[in-house]
Structure formats: structure tokens, C-alpha cells
């Protein structure tokens, strides 16, 4: 039975509903978190619960739990299928109303779903063949940096890169490269790693912040500052990351390779050290 927490109780899926009348639904009226689990262990829950909080506070919804209650749901829904590896959905919106109107009601009475997905990991072949990305304009809202649900433009931009043959976007900004369509963009440009800096334009990215931790813990240099777009066509290599996909290597950017076309040596050596927390963590 795959169970789905709702509103308290956990039901299975198939019997789990909001009313048509969610603001989720009819506004994208929500925020909402993705947290892997690996060997039936919830991986980094209090980081993405304090990103939880900080998107909450962000649309003005009160947190339904406290984080040992969040803990426990996770912890439930987890040992479902405590062999596989797993990713942990919660969503959160304001609630539903009898009337619908943009007006945001008093009082707010959340509605609360959470449920897991399995993942895939990402296969030796597909690591080594690598994303084709192409670069894309942003043409998101200003406040990127809440993980809001409404990812309408994400969505177009993946289509768009489809129909020329890509995997995936890097959305270009007044000539500044942002992050993917829902990852975090590293590059590697003369031995430097170079992450863009947390601002409105970015969502702050867990996987992101464990990398960059992971630069320091081995001595490897690293940068938070822009990215232009001369020096995303010159990087050795370039990272996609995210809590679902890791440390994904980007072998060619708008039809013309990244350094050599295959994964690179910076690459490997983070994408180990990655696993080896990993394992560490449970």
C-alpha cells in the first residue's frame, strides 16, 4: 500500500483528495520540499525543513508542524519501502475556501500532502554520457528563490529544450547564468569551482550547500559570484545538482561540448566524496 499523508491522517493514495477549491490548485497558492531518503534514512531533513520554514514565512503561512512531528511523518512514510532509494514530496497551500478570489482569506487553515516517489539513481552510462543543456532566457517571476509550485515557465523551458534535442536548461539572466529549470548550477572554470551567489533569482539549494561543504572538507577552491555567459562557454565543466539528482555532469552546452565532451576529473572526485556522505548518513 503506498500511503499519502493528509491533513494528519495517511490514507492511501488513491482515496487522498484536496476540494477544487484548494488555493494550491487555483493559484499555486503553496510552497512545497523534496527530500531524498536513502536506506530508509531521510538525508539532510533538518536543512530542508529550515528551507520549508524560510518559504512558509515567505507567503505568510503558518508551519501545521512542529519539526518532530515532520520528522515522524517522514519516518512513517520512509520505512514504506526501506530498501529503496526514495524522495519525500510535501506540499503545503494555503487551504481551500468556499469562495474564490485572490484576496488571500482569514484565517488560514493549510492543507498539508506528503508522499514519496521512488528514484532512479542516475546509472555509470548515464553519468558518463551526461546532460545536453541549453542555455535559455529567464523569463520567470523576480522571486525564484521561493520554491513556490507555480513552475509554469520551469515546465515551458523543459519543453523547449526538447524540441531541440536537450535534457535540460540553464536560464541566462541579463547576461548572467542563474540555475537550471530545478537544479543548481556549478561550474569549474581554471581549477576554481564557481557557484552563483543566494540571491532573489536562485533557489537556495541543499544539494548545492553540501557540495560546496564538501569543496572546503578537501581543500578544493571554490567561489560564490556570477556567472556570465563567456565564462559558462569557457568552463571546463559544469554541474547540475538537486536532492533528487545529486551531481549531475553537463558534457555539452547548446550543441557544442563542455571541455573534452566527457565527465570531468572534478566531477568524479565530488561525485565520490558525495556518495561516501551518502553512505555515511545512514
Known sequence: MS?????????????????????GLLFADSTYEVIPVY???VFSAKQHLQRLQRNLDAI?????????EWLSVFKHLAQQEPDSEQSIYVQITRGD???????????IKPNVIVFTTEINPMSPAMAEQGLHVMTLADKRWHRCD?????????????????KYGADDVIFIRDG??????????????????????????????????????LAEKNDQPYAE???CLDDLHQASEIWL?????????????????VGDGKPGPYWRRMHQQYQTLKQGSH
Open 225 to 227: 559570484k556570477n556567472i
Open 241 to 257: 545538482t538537486s536532492s533528487t539528482r545529486e551531481i549531475v555532469p553537463v558534457t555539452r552546452l547548446d550543441s557544442q561540448p
Open 146 to 162: 521561493i520554491k513556490s509550485t507555480n513552475l509554469l515557465a520551469n515546465i515551458l523551458a523543459l519543453d523547449e529544450a526538447k
Open 176 to 213: 548572467i547564468a542563474k540555475e537550471g529549470a530545478s537544479s543548481n548550477l556549478l561550474i569549474v572554470l581554471q581549477g576554481l569551482l564557481i557557484t552563483p551567489p543566494n540571491d532573489e533569482t536562485v533557489l537556495p539549494g541543499i544539494t548545492r550547500d553540501l557540495v560546496l561543504k
Open 39 to 41: 536506506g530508509g534514512e
Open 97 to 107: 475556501y468556499p469562495q474564490r478570489t485572490h484576496q488571500p482569506p482569514q484565517p
Open 3 to 23: 500511503l499519502v499523508y493528509l491533513n494528519g491522517d495517511y490514507v492511501e493514495r488513491s482515496c487522498a483528495t484536496v476540494p477544487v477549491t484548494d488555493r
Open 60 to 68: 505568510h503561512i503558518p508551519n501545521p508542524l512542529t519539526e518532530s
